[in-house]
């Protein structure tokens, strides 16, 4: 190809009529494409110059038929000179001088052709290198172009370009790949001149080039990525309206250059092709026909592989290979043998600097022919095929300057194809006409942005006429040339994409039936997607960014308002916030939503999950810098509530979360993996039920008991209080949103100390009961129904009445009441009277100090017992009931120190009631399992706060279990515990009150069906409301212990051994294994299976991947740059470790 040519790009074509395949190369060092005639040996002749103009670098080349002639052009990317060079070919092999197309500041680098305004014309697009942008050329099919027009990429470094109908509404669509962003950017075609904002998706590490195929056979285009930097592929599958799934990666050699696509070994799957320019090789990966590839086979090539293209070179009907090598300025050709493997190469001298190649029939022999734009000597080189695979020797074209991508097309609709050359260093594309007989005409220039670095071809405004896109490194944007359909142009169109956009294509990615484009954007990560509205060219493009200084750096997507369209959402580090960016279905999204995960936080990694089962999604963020997981309660329309973090917090930072069913309760737990432990936990989302809202009431003075209930028929709750100083009881009546009537003061005894409810009269209406423990006598208060009550009636009781419970003992459908005698140590059964009178107490003995007393049967007879809290020698008393009225004599239990308060509940779903007693002097609470005979197992104790003083019960968190809420004298807090449902409780969580608080009650006081709290303040004459509200919370449930210095990274679920259960896998990085942990289907597992993979596995996912109905895993080596995949057996499911 000429000393120093360094062939950037080659095309194939049939450029002399001879119905072999020729060869054109883009020579950037020489500045000019050589053009090498195809033979029907396979072989090739003597290449044939075209200048592309004094320091025209070309660096890419595209074929077609640009002036309506039947004779195949050229048209090339001068890099050197920012132009587009374009020369008709004469159909014999020589071509008409390059016409040049300036691109303004821009340099091209990649050129592609295509009717983008269906005017049944060619135009290009080229990608541009420094302007952020890329330049489309419209045709007007004589091989003439209008000016370039300028779409922005976002990027300045768009290297390649790429086109076809992404979406199927017969509109080319236009994917360009932005070296500078790590993206691509797809441009999808709607009509004349249109094109919709782009849409990004994150690839590898600085993609530079890609193509688009079928790879899974549900006649939907997806795209393959070649990532530079970390020496993968991506694989990205469409889903047919414009969207794409996440990217899969595939090893291939080092520093992936360059992709085609093409059936390899004829089964009718799509293979890859993958160009390596740092070890000189290709890689060919195989396609399984369901998205996935097999493990690459290399093939070695000419000195830095840079441009690959697939066709027909020998007419057997088996595809082969042509390869653009820039460093030794040749071209290899690797025949095929039809089932998957090639024979050794064969090469051909090009220009200065190959970059890019085009394949096409340049000759009209029938014969695939070749194009290579090169960057040095700004030419581009057409060698002519002789069918056999060998060809003549080049041809060069001049071009603009560093020609670095080409395409080819027929521009003009002579049916002969025509070239397309990106000009990265003059910004231009040049267009050069086929004569149909391997000549070309001089090349006419379109300017496009700055640098266009990939050009694509299509028919992106539906009038039939071939259009170009050109995408811009420097610029960030891609442009759109529409074709006239005599080989000239419009003016450019100009969209934004990403950072440093590379390449680009096009294809119909939402079924429209319009082209969209594509580009990868180097230098963000990703790629952007622009949607073809129905013009031709391409509206300006959106760029979703997640805020500044960020440091995105985890993402997943879920419909979280309910409209049916996918959002978005991202964990920003640097911010330390999630945010959501809510999507239209038409590939926009909204700005994005800011919800903080606190000062510090440092979001890591996201799991999404229904944690509350309320059919909305929710979301989980593990945050490195505070050690915690948030969780975020989805409304159903995009809006979130923070949970909070009680439990949620970590001695080790967490570094990985997944969400997954377990244990097949229909609830989803999470598993965390942390940063510097050798372990991972399994948690348990459940509500915590928090507590908020305080609103303070004021009361009498020295608040002493409260108790709750519907006084004034209007089904909202009350509350009465006893006010020990004032000798009354206030009554404040609720209106049913948490806020109350201003206090009814009623007079009692003295030392008003306990307050209960009951209709002791059989009118329907509720009644007070107090016990009043300075004058030894309890007041009964019968209500009138409207929240107001007789005057009080009294009765004597025993010395010091402390506490007072009513039932009915004597089964005469009457209630009765039983007092706590504190100071002679019994208890006072009062029966009750149809007028709500009662007759004289009756004496039973307890131990010393009785201060608390509830009813409720213990030994299952239907017969109603008593239990009293003993504070004077720490015990309790059970008083088994005759249902006469009369009481055996007590059993005795022993409690914490000094018991001061008691409640019944069945608090381990025995359905037998259990007893749970308040020990002030030991800040406890003393749980008495019940066996349903009067029997009772040793307590067990929970901490609560500081002098505990009373309990109340309720479920809390809507668990189906028994919690309680304690009032701590202490420390003037209320300690909730919520119970495990066995008779346990969990680490107290503890509320702020007012001084002193010795009482509470329970009861909903706003309606919206959750247990709310009330606790009397003895000191500061006032209840406080606690209002409570759903929380979920995390409960580490089991520690899966994955071995030392193990480091698990990754893990995944699934039923590896076939029996219903869940089982876990993890990737240990610092052991280079996998462990497998079998679920038995109740939080518990089998002792970790440990697997040898290759070096630092990171990631790990499961699937069927041999369709045996097995599952399989699949496992991400870091160090290596491989993927493994262990095959799951039918018994212990391991099978042979393979890589790729």
Same mark, same amino acid.
């Given at each position: ?239 047919? &309206? ?348 909204? /700005? ?217 003992? &004597? ?145 809390? /968190? ?13 420390? /003037? ?43 009397? /303040? ?123």
């Amino acid at each position: 190809m000429g000393h120093d040519s360094f062939p950037f790009a080659v095309v194939s074509g049939d450029f002399n009529g001879d119905n072999q395949i020729d060869l054109v190369i883009a020579n950037y060092g020489t500045n000019n494409i050589g053009i090498i005639f195809g033979t029907n040996n396979g072989t090739f002749v003597n290449q044939t110059l075209f200048s592309t103009g004094s320091n025209s670098h070309p660096y890419s080349i595209a074929v077609g038929h640009l002036n309506e002639d039947t004779h195949l052009d050229i048209a090339i990317a001068n890099y050197g000179n920012k132009n587009v060079g374009v020369l008709l070919g004469q159909g014999n092999g020589t071509f008409m001088n390059q016409m040049i197309y300036s691109l303004g500041d821009a340099s091209p680098y990649a050129i592609g052709i295509g009717d983008f305004n269906k005017d049944k014309r060619m135009d290009f697009v080229v990608t541009n290198n420094s302007t952020n942008n890329i330049a489309l050329l419209f045709g007007y099919g004589n091989g003439s172009f209008a000016s370039p027009i300028l779409y922005s990429t976002g990027s300045s470094s768009s290297i390649f370009v790429d086109i076809s109908d992404l979406n199927k509404d017969d509109r080319l669509d236009i994917v360009v790949i932005n070296n500078d962003t790590s993206s691509i950017d797809i441009l999808l075609g709607y009509g004349e001149f249109s094109f919709a904002n782009q849409k990004t998706y994150s690839t590898g590490t600085y993609p530079i080039s890609l193509a688009t195929g079928d790879f899974n056979n549900d006649s939907r285009w997806d795209i393959v990525v070649a990532n530079s930097d970390d020496n993968t592929i991506s694989v990205l599958l469409g889903y047919g &309206n414009g969207s794409f799934a996440d990217q899969t990666k595939y090893s291939t050699g080092s520093y992936p250059r360059s992709i085609a696509i093409g059936d390899l070994n004829n089964d009718t799957r799509s293979d890859i092709i993958v160009a390596n320019a740092y070890d000189n090789t290709i890689s060919v990966l195989l396609g399984y026909g369901n998205g996935s590839f097999a493990d690459q086979t290399k093939y070695s090539t000419g000195s830095y592989p840079r441009s690959v293209v697939v066709c027909d070179l020998n007419n057997d009907t088996l595809l082969d290979l042509v390869v653009v090598n820039s460093i030794d300025n040749t071209v290899s050709v690797l025949l095929g043998y039809g089932n998957g493997t090639f024979a050794d190469q064969k090469q051909y001298v090009a220009g200065a600097y190959p970059q890019c190649i085009a394949i096409g029939d340049f000759n009209n022999d029938n014969r695939l022919d070749f194009v290579v734009s090169n960057s040095y000597d700004d030419t581009v080189s057409v060698l002519l095929g002789y069918g056999n695979g060998s060809y003549a020797d080049q041809k060069k074209y001049i071009v603009g300057t560093y020609p670095q991508s080409i395409a080819v097309g027929d521009f003009n609709n002579d049916t002969q194809l025509d070239i397309i050359v990106g000009n990265a260093l003059d910004s231009t594309v040049s267009v050069l006409l086929g004569y149909g007989n391997s000549s070309f005409a001089h090349q006419r220039k379109y300017s496009t942005g700055v640098r266009p670095s990939s050009i694509a071809i299509g028919d992106f405004n539906n009038d039939t006429r071939l259009d170009i896109v050109a995408i811009s490194v420097y610029s960030r944007n891609v442009s759109v040339l529409l074709g006239y359909g005599n080989g000239s142009f419009e003016k450019q169109r100009k969209y934004s994409t990403g950072v440093n956009p590379l390449y680009v294509v096009v294809g119909d990615f939402n079924n429209d039936t319009l082209l969209d484009i594509v580009v990868a954007n180097n230098f963000d990560h990703n790629i952007s997607v622009l949607l073809n509205y129905d013009t031709g060219a391409l509206v300006d493009g959106i760029t979703f960014t997640s805020g500044n200084g960020s440091h995105l750096q985890s993402v997943a997507i879920c419909d979280f308002n309910n409209d049916s369209l996918l959002d978005i959402v991202v964990a920003n580090y640097g911010t330390d916030t999630i945010g959501i960016v809510f999507g239209s279905g038409n590939g926009i999204f909204g /700005n994005q939503t800011m919800f903080s995960t606190g000062l510090n936080s440092r979001p890591y990694s996201i799991a999404i999950g229904d944690f509350d089962k309320d059919g909305r999604m929710d979301i989980a963020v593990a945050n490195r810098g505070t050690k915690t997981i948030d969780l975020f309660l989805g409304n159903g329309k995009g809006a979130f509530n923070i949970q909070d973090n009680y439990g949620n917090g970590f001695n080790s930072t967490p570094l990985a979360i997944a969400a997954h069913d377990l244990n097949n309760d229909g609830y989803l737990e999470i598993v965390v993996a942390y940063d510097d432990t050798d372990e991972i936990d399994v948690l348990v989302v459940h509500d915590t039920k928090s507590f908020g809202k305080q609103k303070t009431y004021s009361t009498g003075s020295r608040p002493c008991s409260v108790a709750t209930d519907d006084f004034n028929n209007d089904t909202l709750l009350d509350i009465v209080v006893a006010d020990m100083y004032d000798d009354d009881v206030s009554i404040l009546l609720g209106y049913g949103n948490a806020s109350f009537a201003h206090q009814s003061i009623y007079s009692t005894g003295s030392g008003p100390l306990s307050v209960a409810v009951g209709d002791f009269n059989k009118d329907r209406v509720l009644d007070i009961i107090v016990a009043n423990t300075r004058n030894n006598t309890v007041s009964i208060l019968l209500g009138y129904g409207n929240g107001s009550f007789h005057h009080q009636t009294t009765y004597s009781t025993g010395k010091s009445p402390r506490s007072v419970a009513v039932g009915d003992f &004597n089964n005469d459908s009457l209630l009765d009441f039983v007092v706590a005698n504190q100071l002679d140590n019994t208890v006072g059964i009062f029966l009750g009277y149809v007028n709500g009178s009662f007759g004289s107490q009756t004496i039973y003995s307890t131990e010393l100090g009785p201060s608390s007393v509830a009813v409720d049967d213990f030994n299952n007879d239907k017969l109603l017992d008593i239990v009293v809290a003993n504070s004077y020698n720490n015990t309790v008393s059970v008083l088994l009931g005759y249902g006469d009225g009369s009481f055996a004599d007590k059993t005795t239990h022993s409690t914490g120190n000094r018991p001061e308060f008691v409640v019944v509940g069945d608090f381990n779903n025995d359905k037998l009631l259990d007893i749970v007693v308040a020990n002030s002097y030991d800040d406890t609470v003393s749980v008495l399992l019940g066996y349903g005979n009067s029997s009772f197992a040793n307590q067990t104790t929970s901490s609560t706060g500081a002098s505990p003083s009373s309990i109340g019960v309720a479920d809390f /968190n809507n668990d189906a279990q028994l919690d309680i809420a304690v009032t701590n004298c202490g420390d /003037n807090t209320v300690t909730v515990l919520f119970g495990y449902g066995n008779g346990s409780f969990a680490n107290p969580i503890a509320y702020v009150t007012d001084a002193y608080p010795n009482s509470v009650a329970v009861g909903d006081f706003n309606n919206d069906t959750r247990s709310d709290i009330v606790v009397g /303040n003895l000191w500061s004459g006032t209840i406080i409301l606690l209002l409570g509200y759903r929380n979920y919370g995390l409960e580490k449930q089991t520690t899966l212990i994955t071995g030392n210095k193990s480091r698990p990274r990754s893990f995944a679920f699934g039923d590896f051994n076939n029996d219903g259960q869940i089982d876990i896998v993890v990737a240990n990085s610092g052991t280079n294994t996998v462990s497998i942990f079998l679920g038995h289907g109740n939080y518990s597992f089998t002792d970790r299976i440990s697997l040898l993979t290759e070096s630092t596995p990171i990631s790990i996912a499961t699937g069927d991947f041999n369709q045996d109905n097995i599952l399989d895993i699949v496992v991400a080596n870091y160090e290596n740059e491989n993927v493994g995949v262990f095959l799951g057996y039918e018994i212990n499911f391991i099978v042979d470790f393979l890589t790729q």
